[in-house]
């Protein structure tokens, strides 16, 4: 395992305290074994589901993450239903046998299986105990999806329910209604859920994109208890859904309408970017990520204010303050870009997809606001809108990790100048986390450094180049 850490508060917005963003190498260094670090921020009109993990390399897919709920005690859509507490968060992820520190040496990792509420079977596994999510007949119940994996996304279905759609991301949405929905990692939803069949235990279906998945023996699958019926295992059929989750059916529900002078490339700064990839790595405009040894804050915060100046070189793009940006996002078909769908994540702010991917519409006038969206599949692409009016070091990157990992990330850096003013002080024990992190030995710094490469050697052939991480030698 790694020793160190950082956390992030995704989907948090952290208006003037990016140095609590919790970015490993673009908002602070990590926090080394036996030392802690206090994030102090607030989240002002900020309300629904977001969640943490560590942004460390690949740490979360070895469990560092969880939901984290803002509730708000005048939701509009209140009236939608009865029960909305911590029985009705719903969290999606993946779970590997072999720890991350090995598998991020892998070109192609693959998940053993995926959990719900931390709880799953895999493929000749034993029948362990499954997620009960437990409902009274007659109640209104708003779930909160979570997907937390490192990888896959999830079709997510209940049997003889339906469900409304009712948040994305932390933003509320007009209510609509369908019967199954897929969700990207780091994305999350809130459904409401009628209670109203017959008293029964009925599956709860989260369907990954992972290589011959199945619901065989209870994989992929949690259980919705009604009060009253036996605590066994549902009996229920799955029935193919007939009214599937289009993101573009889905529309903001408070101020709704993107940023800007609605028409494609009518915005302030318009910025075109090209997915690639090269044996495994993966370069945006030809460039592949790689974390600077000091953080983009910290270069900021120390003078450095062009992009020729900011590290890493041609990862890190300068945008002007209070600007529209307008983003695309290509995946093309030649060369080939694996390992699609891709989950677009930018820290600091929620976007306006105003062209989802594998979609020919437009629509400024009322589209979905989040924080996560798939940039699809090859020769598809997504348009995003957002306004700088945050200043800092802001990480947008692919959420399946170990892409993150293998490159897939920018940094945008909202107006470095004022960055420093628009900081609340920054805390002294911020200023002491990049001496005391390179300041460890590698076994303080675990991951194993050779020895993991070693160990990914032997389960396959198919591996990155050997390339030490920040502080490792």
């Known amino acids: 395992m790694f020793l160190s850490t950082s956390v992030h508060w995704h989907g948090i917005f952290q208006n003037g305290t990016n140095y609590a963003d919790g970015t490993s190498f673009v908002t602070q260094c990590p926090i080394a074994q036996n030392h802690s670090f206090v994030h102090n921020f607030s989240a002002p009109n900020q309300a629904g589901t977001y969640w943490y993990h560590s942004h460390y390399?690949?740490?979360y897919c070895d469990g560092l993450r969880g939901a984290l709920v803002i509730y708000d005690p005048d939701d509009p859509l209140a009236y939608m239903y009865d029960v909305d507490d911590a029985s009705t968060v719903i969290t999606l992820s993946d779970w590997y046998h072999v720890v991350a520190p090995v598998m991020r040496h892998l070109i192609d990792a693959d998940a053993n299986s995926t959990l719900i509420n931390g709880l799953g079977r895999y493929a000749g596994g034993p029948a362990s105990e499954?997620?009960?999510?437990?409902?009274?007949?007659?109640?209104?119940?708003?779930?909160?999806?979570?997907?937390?994996?490192?990888?896959?996304?999830?079709?997510?279905?209940?049997?003889?329910?339906?469900?409304?759609?009712?948040?994305?991301d932390g933003q509320l949405t007009e209510p609509l209604v369908v019967d199954q929905l897929q969700i990207f990692a780091g994305q999350r939803y809130s459904v409401v859920l009628v209670a109203n069949q017959p008293v029964d235990n009925y599956w709860i279906r989260s369907l990954p994109n992972l290589v011959n998945p199945s619901f065989e023996g209870g994989q992929n699958s949690a259980i919705l208890r009604y009060q009253g019926a036996?605590?066994?295992?549902?009996?229920?059929?799955?029935?193919?859904?007939?009214?599937?989750?289009?993101?573009?059916?889905?529309?903001?529900?408070?101020?709704?309408?993107?940023?800007?002078?609605?028409?494609?490339?009518?915005?302030?700064?318009?910025?075109?970017?090209?997915?690639?990839n090269d044996t495994g790595l993966f370069y945006i405009n030809n460039v592949t990520f790689s974390p600077p040894s000091i953080p983009v804050l910290l270069q900021i915060l120390s003078g450095a204010?062009?992009?020729?100046?900011?590290?890493?070189?041609?990862?890190?793009?300068?945008?002007?303050?209070?600007?529209?940006?307008?983003?695309?996002?290509?995946?093309?078909?030649?060369?080939?870009?694996?390992?699609?769908?891709?989950?677009?994540?930018?820290?600091?702010?929620?976007?306006?997809?105003?062209?989802?991917?594998?979609?020919?519409?437009?629509?400024?006038?009322?589209?979905?606001?989040?924080?996560?969206?798939?940039?699809?599949?090859?020769?598809?692409?997504?348009?995003?809108?957002?306004?700088?009016?945050?200043?800092?070091?802001?990480?947008?990157?692919?959420?399946?990790?170990?892409?993150?990992?293998?490159?897939?990330?920018?940094?945008?850096?909202?107006?470095?100048?004022?960055?420093?003013?628009?900081?609340?002080?920054?805390?002294?024990?911020?200023?002491?986390?990049?001496?005391?992190?390179?300041?460890?030995?590698?076994?303080?710094?675990?991951?194993?450094?050779?020895?993991?490469?070693?160990?990914?050697?032997?389960i396959t052939t198919l591996l990155f180049p050997e390339t030490p991480l920040p502080g490792h030698k």
């Open 305 to 458: 204010q062009d992009p020729f100046q900011l590290l890493p070189d041609g990862s890190v793009y300068v945008l002007g303050h209070n600007k529209v940006v307008e983003l695309t996002m290509e995946i093309p078909v030649v060369p080939n870009v694996p390992g699609g769908p891709h989950p677009i994540h930018i820290h600091g702010h929620a976007f306006d997809v105003v062209q989802s991917a594998g979609n020919s519409t437009f629509n400024y006038v009322n589209p979905v606001r989040r924080d996560v969206v798939s940039a699809g599949n090859p020769g598809q692409q997504m348009v995003i809108r957002w306004t700088t009016d945050n200043s800092g070091p802001w990480f947008l990157h692919c959420h399946i990790d170990w892409h993150l990992d293998a490159g897939f990330a920018v940094v945008m850096a909202e107006s470095p100048s004022d960055t420093a003013a628009h900081l609340n002080p920054v805390p002294k024990e911020w200023d002491q986390l990049c001496p005391t992190f390179y300041s460890l030995t590698p076994t303080q710094l675990g991951g194993e450094g050779r020895l993991s490469w070693e160990e990914a050697a032997s």
């Open 130 to 168: 499954l997620a009960v999510i437990n409902v009274e007949q007659g109640k209104r119940y708003r779930l909160r999806l979570v997907a937390m994996s490192c990888d896959p996304n999830f079709n997510f279905t209940i049997d003889g329910h339906i469900f409304t759609v009712i948040e994305a």
């Open 230 to 276: 036996p605590q066994v295992d549902p009996t229920t059929a799955y029935v193919p859904p007939q009214n599937i989750l289009a993101e573009t059916n889905l529309h903001a529900l408070i101020n709704p309408g993107a940023p800007g002078i609605p028409g494609y490339g009518n915005a302030d700064i318009n910025l075109h970017f090209k997915v690639t």
């Open 57 to 59: 390399p690949v740490q």
